[in-house]
């Protein structure tokens, strides 16, 4: 699992790969910690949230969004993400988790939101590759 950050106007872009969905949410997830800063401390309590959409790509959507929500709520940076993507008949759900990092002990740049556009969730060869825009 890798990703990479990408310049998107003036946006920011997060193209990430893995071998299954799980491996290419957290990576995602990653890619957006990275956008948001480089270090951060070994510390912070592991926190677990689910979410649930009606397609793959709504629910990397979700489950990005609600990241952002934990990190606003709890005042943290969400790190190390863990991911178990899920189908079950028409939905799909993310079990999830991240460690947060006192937004306090770091410097870090705000990511406003997770956007639709140039949104892209697809099976290549190897795995999966993702690519996501965020609003900075």
Do not use: C
């Amino acid at each position: 699992m890798s990703f990479a950050l990408r310049d998107h106007t003036a946006d920011i872009a997060v193209e990430a790969t893995g071998e299954t969905l799980d491996a290419i949410f957290a990576a995602v997830a990653d890619g957006m910690t990275a956008a948001m800063s480089e270090q951060f401390p070994p510390s912070g309590e592991r926190f677990e949230f689910d979410v649930t959409a009606e397609s793959r790509e709504a629910l990397l959507f979700d489950y990005l969004d609600e990241l952002i929500y934990q990190r606003d709520v709890r005042n943290v940076l969400p790190v190390d993400h863990r991911a178990s993507v899920s189908q079950h008949g028409d939905e799909w759900s993310v079990t999830a988790s991240a460690r947060g990092v006192p937004l306090e002990e770091i410097a870090a740049r705000e990511v406003k939101a997770v956007t639709y556009s140039q949104m892209e969730l697809e099976r290549v060869d190897d795995g999966w590759r993702a690519y996501v825009v965020f609003d900075v």
